[in-house]
């Protein structure tokens, strides 16, 4: 199979992971999202090591799913935190901090 | 599958030197150490003995760098870390902007709030993934020290954990820091596709054969990690983030990102920049540069309204980046030789303000404009260190900040940018705007001031802005200490820039060897 539909693939994805987080505002999705571009990024590393026959690309991908999990346990950990604070779970409602208007 | 297992059948464990690794070790032992001693003590421990672990642990891996500087190259972990005189430089730069950090949050509610183990540990977790980062020749390992150094910034902007602003900084801080590390790995893996390696030194010759010279896989690649880096550092038009988690951030964290995390990525593109993609410089070459002007514009001009000075030094801070991004540009000797003055130099000029803001806060007066009101009659303490530091900044002659934007402009020109140059005395211009303002508000009497500004309507007197401000200097003498040493070194190396200036050159000379 041509490795042109693999990457394809992971660009798809990462569009979607990308736009989601645009569009989204429940941090939980947007965390989802953030794994759709991770896991985009680990199938075009995969797809690139069997393209180049050696195991660098692999070895990348295993460290990069280790990586992900961190981010995703201190994303939850923050919604938790935010949660026990009764902080709306709404991105667009968590506007404390910004630019002063006139 | 046959010759995925013959691949695997290749790959062998790197031995491990662990001598060499000695500073990198330090630091890890030191993360697990401070969160253990934290958790055996009681109260007093909680209040002295972590502090003190984490400092000794940040002295001794300063040491450990600081002795290494000088010594041969080496290349360690099967070509995963190189142990050089630009790792060595920056570590340094971490530990210090880290120690500083320690003296800021010594006797702060965050510590209380976030456990002093906690901190501490990822603290020094934070500076152990830069330690790595900048070491790193390996893509799986630049990797992996850029998260290293970005997951426990997050939880330290969260850390005054019953402020919700502190975790509306931590929430957005994660979310635009995760977003800025899956572009950036989708930027190393299109690298990794169109090279077929991860270490640098074989991605450098790739990139070298005519090939690959307009391989638009490649050149994606090479945006992309640019992108990545420049949501880390904060490079318009990536910036959006900075001001609100610096002022949502707990201060002395955002003084150690205001200056550790902009280092680390100026490290990075010293390194990936000029030795994994040196032969491609033409194409990113440009890029940088129109990153550099649009961020010296849009910080200082964004810079000008704000009320929170924590936003005000974010978007000075987003500026300042794009004065040092003119030396990546030069790429020349000369422009990692202003770069290496420069950083030293922003080091001083960044942390004094902060200590300022930080004894403010501490009082109740908030980090707004108007607790610097009177501060010049009632805390001159305070208010010298902190006039010295933002004329610094604006790069006022005799302060190092002057020296070093020289230094940076006359890279920029002799790397035949002369337009980024101007745009580097453009940029200071306007950023007078603001720093002069907080100058005034230290200084001018009441009276004065609110016929110059006309907003004697709304400002409150300078009793309603918490407490008296000498009572909070007498009261955190660490504060004052820190804010004093910072801007006599703002000065100090203004006018006597010697010790800096060889400490540059040993990282010029070192980052000279990285240019092909």
């Given at each position: 199979m041509n490795i042109a539909w693999y990457i394809g693939l992971s660009a798809v994805i990462f569009c979607i992971g990308a736009s989601g987080l645009i569009a989204r505002r429940s941090p939980l999705v947007m965390l989802l999202c953030l794994e759709l571009m991770l896991n985009a990024a680990n199938l075009s590393l995969i797809a690139f090591a069997r393209m180049h026959g050696n195991a660098d690309g692999q070895i990348f991908a295993l460290v990069v799913m280790v990586v992900a999990a961190c981010e995703v346990v201190v994303g939850l950990g923050l919604i938790v935190a935010m949660y026990r604070n009764r902080m709306p779970i709404d991105i667009d409602r968590i506007s404390e901090l910004r630019d002063p208007r006139d | 599958m046959t010759t995925l297992l013959a691949a695997a059948g290749q790959v062998h464990g790197p031995s491990v030197e662990y001598g060499s690794l000695l500073p990198i070790l330090i630091l890890a032992g030191g993360a697990i150490v401070t969160i253990f001693v934290s958790l055996i003590g009681g109260r007093a421990a909680q209040r002295l003995l972590t502090p003190i672990t984490a400092i000794v642990t940040l002295v001794s891996a300063g040491v450990v760098f600081a002795v290494r500087i000088g010594e041969p190259d080496i290349s360690i972990l099967g070509g995963a870390l190189a142990l050089d005189d630009v790792s060595a430089i920056f570590d340094l730069l971490f530990v210090s902007a880290a120690l500083c950090a320690s003296v800021l949050v010594w006797r702060s509610d965050t510590l209380r709030e976030a456990?002093?183990?906690?901190?501490?540990?990822?603290?020094?977790?934070?500076?152990?993934?830069?330690?790595?980062?900048?070491?790193?020749?390996?893509?799986?390992?630049?990797?992996?020290?850029?998260?290293?150094?970005?997951?426990?910034?997050?939880?330290?902007?969260?850390?005054?954990?019953?402020?919700?602003?502190?975790?509306?900084?931590?929430?957005?801080?994660?979310?635009?820091?995760?977003?800025?590390?899956?572009?950036?790995?989708?930027?190393?893996?299109?690298?990794?596709?169109?090279?077929?390696?991860?270490?640098?030194?074989?991605?450098?010759?790739?990139?070298?054969?005519?090939?690959?010279?307009?391989?638009?896989?490649?050149?994606?690649?090479?945006?992309?990690?640019?992108?990545?880096?420049?949501?880390?550092?904060?490079?318009?038009?990536?910036?959006?983030?900075?001001?609100?988690?610096?002022?949502?951030?707990?201060?002395?964290?955002?003084?150690?990102?205001?200056?550790?995390?902009?280092?680390?990525?100026?490290a990075v593109l010293l390194r990936v920049g000029m030795q994994a993609l040196g032969p491609a410089r033409e194409h990113w070459e440009v890029m940088v540069a129109m990153l550099a002007t649009v961020t010296i514009f849009v910080g200082n001009i964004g810079a000008l309204r704000q009320e929170s000075l924590k936003r005000m030094l974010a978007y000075s801070g987003v500026a300042q980046v794009g004065y040092v991004l003119a030396g990546i540009v030069a790429g020349t000797w000369l422009g990692v030789y202003a770069i290496g003055f420069y950083l030293f130099a922003y080091l001083a000029m960044n942390i004094g303000p902060f200590a300022v803001i930080a004894t403010r806060e501490r009082s109740g007066a908030g980090d707004g404009m108007r607790g610097m009101r009177n501060l010049g009659r009632e805390a001159p303490w305070l208010a010298w260190p902190m006039t010295i530091c933002m004329l610094a900044l604006a790069g006022l002659p005799v302060t190092a900040g002057f020296v070093g934007k020289l230094l940076l402009m006359q890279a920029a020109i002799d790397g035949h940018y002369a337009w980024l140059a101007v745009m580097i005395a453009l940029g200071s211009a306007i950023s007078l705007g603001y720093y002069l303002r907080v100058v005034a508000a230290i200084w001018m009497p009441s009276a004065v001031r609110d016929e110059v500004f006309g907003d004697g309507t709304r400002s409150g007197t300078s009793a309603l802005a918490g407490a008296a401000p000498e009572a909070d200097a007498a009261r955190h003498p660490e504060l004052v200490a820190l804010a004093v040493t910072a801007a006599a070194a703002s000065v100090l190396f203004g006018f006597y820039p010697r010790p800096l200036l060889e400490l540059a050159r040993i990282l010029a000379y070192a980052g000279g060897q990285l240019i092909f």
């Open positions: - | 456990g002093a183990g906690e901190f501490f540990s990822l603290l020094i977790t934070t500076v152990l993934g830069m330690a790595i980062l900048v070491s790193a020749t390996n893509l799986v390992t630049f990797f992996l020290g850029f998260e290293l150094f970005s997951i426990p910034l997050y939880v330290l902007c969260a850390a005054d954990l019953r402020r919700n602003t502190s975790l509306e900084a931590g929430l957005k801080y994660l979310l635009i820091g995760s977003l800025g590390s899956a572009v950036l790995l989708y930027g190393l893996s299109m690298i990794y596709g169109a090279t077929g390696h991860t270490d640098y030194a074989s991605i450098a010759r790739a990139v070298s054969l005519p090939a690959l010279r307009d391989d638009p896989l490649l050149l994606a690649g090479v945006a992309l990690t640019l992108a990545g880096l420049a949501f880390k550092a904060s490079v318009a038009p990536f910036h959006q983030w900075t001001p609100d988690v610096y002022q949502g951030a707990p201060t002395p964290v955002a003084a150690f990102m205001a200056v550790a995390t902009k280092f680390a990525v100026i």
